[in-house]
């Protein structure tokens, strides 16, 4: 067997499993269609962004496109979808439904992993089955109103749309009063789907500004009175050591923020920025403590969504502090 990297044909296959997961990743489709003697032909889709550029290009050429864009598209893009859905037979025809009529889509097994994928902050629509094990969708449709009401979510409210085989009365009512904002009953039908989903809209992306803060007076006095106890507790030269080394530690810590905002690794940037918390308040930055409490919580709470604004803000007080500190380091000398 020819193993080397210049054989003629053959493979492993490693290709296609790798371009697989990189489409997933960002939050596509892909497929194959296949013909015994004609060929194949590999396909993907992508909810990517349309510039502000591209959309003006888009309008001008508008008028000569026999194609018809349903309702819930913007630029031309489809929202993105979380399919909510416990039974693997179910969910897979939901999602051949969704890969046919090119909605992007990605499954959660159960309303808690909804919750968690929901505070990514990417989503557009949710197809929520209402019978579930661990936590149902009733219960996950509350939860996700409950960070959509936190003053830390700056997104629009995500459609949700119910889908349940209850055909009881009063059943659309109790999936209305959970917070859900339509209903498909199951087995699902193609034209229902689609009518419920031109209702969703892709949500515009929000721009994280952070307000850019500043040293205060307050600020002085409580570093001057920190660095003062220190240099009293322990040396002068000792109180300098430490802040020195918060001069070198703090900006890689910041930039380990940077990398982990939004991540699925929520506990490390929990650790991060409660260790940045900590050593901001042996020298009275009560600002700087703040922001990384914020942070901090919005990591317990997975609260993604605010996490690059907030971060920053650590990043610009930081740049604020330095000057100022080293003007009290000068002046304990």
């Not at 003697?37 to 496109?65: H, I, Y």
């Not at 909605?103 to 309303?111: F, Q």
């Not at 050593?279 to 942070?295: A, D, I, Q, T, V």
Request: glycine share 6%; charged share 30%.
């Amino acid at each position: 067997m020819d193993s080397s990297s210049k054989r003629r044909f053959g493979g492993t296959g490693l290709g296609l499993t790798i371009s697989k997961r990189l489409v997933e990743l960002m939050g596509g489709t892909i497929g194959v269609e296949s013909k015994r003697q004609m060929g194949s032909r590999f396909w993907f889709q992508l909810p990517l962004r349309v510039l502000e550029s591209q959309k003006m290009s888009a309008k001008e050429d508008a008028g000569t496109r026999d194609e018809i864009i349903p309702h819930s598209t913007t630029g031309g893009i489809k929202p993105r979808l979380l399919l909510v859905e416990d039974n693997e037979v179910n969910a897979r025809m939901a999602m051949m439904m969704l890969e046919k009529n090119g909605y992007p889509g990605e499954v959660a097994r159960d309303g808690e992993e909804a919750v968690e994928r929901f505070a990514s902050g990417v989503y557009d629509g949710i197809l929520m089955d209402c019978h579930m094990p661990n936590m149902d969708g009733y219960e996950a449709t509350r939860a996700i109103r409950e960070i959509e009401s936190s003053s830390l979510w700056k997104r629009k409210r995500c459609r949700i749309i119910a889908m349940t085989a209850n055909v009881q009365t009063g059943e659309r009512e109790r999936c209305l009063a959970a917070g859900m904002d339509d209903y498909v009953s199951k087995p699902l039908r193609a034209k229902t789907l689609i009518e419920a989903l031109n209702r969703v809209h892709v949500l515009a992306e929000v721009k994280e500004i952070a307000e850019a803060p500043k040293w205060s007076a307050e600020d002085t006095t409580a570093a001057r009175d920190a660095l003062q106890q220190l240099s009293d507790e322990l040396s002068t030269e000792d109180a300098i050591e430490l802040i020195e080394n918060w001069f070198i530690d703090t900006p890689a810590r910041i930039l380990e923020l940077e990398k982990l905002a939004g991540s699925d690794d929520q506990a490390t940037l929990r650790r991060t920025a409660h260790s940045l918390k900590g050593s901001s308040s042996l020298f009275g930055l009560s600002s700087f403590y703040n922001l990384c409490r914020e942070l901090e919580q919005t990591a317990e709470n997975n609260q993604r969504a605010g996490q690059h604004a907030l971060i920053a803000k650590v990043k610009q007080l930081f740049a604020c502090a330095v000057p100022e500190l080293r003007k009290l380091i000068a002046a304990l000398k």
